[in-house]
């Protein structure tokens, strides 16, 4: 008791005494949780019961691994490639710069030219950093390019730890403190990597180290960040979750019990679980600053946290978009699509083909009468996609007067109606396809065509001009 410190919390205004103090757990066998991970079972979320509060920082930012991890489960971007999608972040990330950071691997001579030439654009966000092994070489590299900050693999579970490294967790430790140590007396800020936090002892291992990292912060006076990875995507959010699986919980006691200020603190998420989204926004509501991403949730397995999702998310939490322009998200999946060849899946929420498209024929006519009742925002406003209605055997004549006015950009006293003769027309066409057979939606091509032919026979002029693009 007497060895506790008693400080002020600056939230509470009260006292507070600290409720242990976490040494290192060495142990002779690793602990990988057997009982929550049986390999040959489905993984177990058990519970305790134990509630953290909510305690979501003043500042949140979103960070980039798209020319990292998300380059890693793909056919590597050009330098070109890299440098318009850089381009893009900045636009995205709005004056405040809420995309952060974008980090870059070095390794290569087309890696390096694309961190100069992104150098070259001298914007302050999104601030380039780096990824590299913790070697003395590569840090030195990281200076010679003029980077402030790198990321450090410091795998944190027994799993890596005693399988893949061959250590106890205190030559773990002692290996990577000396290795962060390096990279200090470079003059670089490190961002360790925490892999696969989630299977880790967090209280014999986790903890310990990141109070020896806080350490070594105060006594170089430069930054030392925490990012906390999920790398198989086994973290949950549930409230009274035991650790390792608990967000909150990795949360809080890398908050409380290590020390790690908000703003050095980072959720990386994997998808394994479809859980990423979910995991990286609760890690914001529980103190962490930055939740670390990737465009299109493009990266190892299942994928990253989604860039975009993340956009959103913070939209929702803050209640603003704070500057962001939301428009760049469909230009970039225009971008992937078009220039890079990458499909997005159809129903991919905010970026794919269809995720604002209907094809039921009731939600069509409630589509017509007001676009509020089936469109999740006004996503011709925020991401340049106006709303819009697929034309099959069940759309019926409100899906096509509506398919009519969003392609044709037809408002006002332009717009069609299902009472229309011309809709009516192309009904009977549409009906006629599918009582031979037709089981497809009908094509946009197909529906221009019968639309100018069943205009010229009833004389009415739609405007071609005015197709929507």
């Known amino acids: 008791m007497d060895n506790r410190s008693v400080r002020l919390n600056k939230k509470s205004n009260l006292l507070k005494l600290d409720e242990y103090m976490y040494p290192l757990v060495d142990t002779d066998k690793p602990n990988v949780f057997r009982n929550l991970f049986p390999y040959e079972e489905v993984p177990k979320i058990a519970f305790n019961d134990r509630i953290v509060p909510h305690e979501m920082p003043e500042d949140i930012w979103i960070t980039d691994t798209t020319f990292r991890d998300g380059q890693q489960s793909r056919t590597p971007y050009s330098t070109d ?281 009731i939600h069509a006519d409630g589509l017509l009468k007001n676009e509020e009742i089936y469109n999740i925002f006004d996503t011709d406003k925020l991401l340049n996609r106006p709303v819009l209605v697929a034309v099959s055997n069940t759309s019926g004549l409100a899906g096509i007067a509506h398919w009519m006015n969003t392609y044709y950009r037809l408002k006002g006293d332009k717009a069609v109606d299902k009472k229309s003769p011309l809709v009516e027309e192309v009904k009977k066409w549409v009906d006629k396809e599918y009582e031979t057979g037709r089981v497809t939606a009908i094509t946009d091509s197909e529906l221009e065509k019968v639309i100018k032919e069943s205009s010229e026979k009833l004389g009415i002029n739609l405007l071609y001009c005015r197709k929507h693009s």
């Open 81 to 361: 490639q890299i440098v318009h999608i850089y381009d893009a972040f900045h636009r995205l990330g709005g004056p405040k710069g809420i995309i952060r950071q974008c980090e870059f691997f070095l390794y290569s001579k087309k890696d390096r030219d694309a961190v100069y030439k992104c150098m070259e654009k001298g914007y302050k966000f999104p601030e380039i950093t780096s990824w590299i092994r913790a070697s003395k070489k590569d840090f030195e590299l990281v200076k010679e390019i003029g980077l402030k900050e790198t990321g450090i693999l410091v795998s944190c579970s027994d799993y890596h730890i005693f399988y893949k490294m061959k250590m106890t967790r205190k030559q773990a430790l002692e290996h990577y403190l000396g290795v962060v140590r390096e990279c200090l007396e470079t003059g670089i800020s490190p961002r360790c990597h925490l892999e696969d936090i989630t299977r880790s002892d967090i209280y014999g291992f986790v903890i310990p180290f990141c109070l020896e990292l806080m350490k070594l912060k105060d006594e170089y006076g430069i930054p030392v960040k925490i990012r906390a990875c999920d790398t198989m995507g086994y973290g949950v959010n549930f409230p009274g979750a035991v650790i390792p699986r608990s967000v909150p919980g990795i949360i809080y006691g890398l908050k409380e019990h290590a020390g790690v200020p908000s703003e050095l603190l980072e959720w990386h998420g994997h998808n394994d679980f479809y859980k990423a989204v979910n995991n990286s926004t609760t890690a914001w509501l529980y103190g962490a600053s930055a939740v670390n991403s990737a465009l299109f949730g493009i990266g190892e397995r299942t994928g990253n946290t989604p860039l975009e999702a993340m956009v959103f998310e913070y939209a929702q939490l803050r209640g603003t978009l704070d500057g962001m322009d939301t428009t760049v998200i469909t230009e970039l999946a225009e971008y992937y699509e078009k220039e890079i060849g990458y499909h997005i899946p159809e129903r991919t929420p905010f970026v794919g083909k269809n995720f604002n498209v209907t094809r039921a024929g």
